[in-house]
């Protein structure tokens, strides 16, 4: 299942890089990516694991990109 957020003060894009690596190693995920205005998140990944991790990936940008808010998309 793919799954959109909107990623708010994101700024730099090796912080991207970064952010993507450490999501690599959730248990889960299958993909994830950053657009390139790094405005939006695409996450794919088992049905039932989305709640955690989303909640380790709210952690994960708020550690390695200081200000970095993530949101649901909704379509």
């Known amino acids: 299942m793919l799954r959109s957020y909107h990623l708010n003060h994101l700024t730099d894009a090796d912080k ?3 952010i993507l690596h450490e999501m690599d ?3 889960g995920i ?3 990516s950053i657009s390139e205005d790094l405005k939006e998140l695409d996450v794919e990944a088992e049905e ?8 380790r990936t709210v952690n994960i940008c708020r550690r390695v990109a200081d200000g970095c808010e993530i949101t ?3 379509h």
């Open 16 to 18: 991207a890089e970064k």
């Open 72 to 74: 649901f998309m909704f």
């Open 25 to 27: 190693n959730l248990e």
């Open 48 to 55: 039932g694991c989305f709640s955690l991790i989303m909640d």
């Open 30 to 32: 299958r993909s994830a």
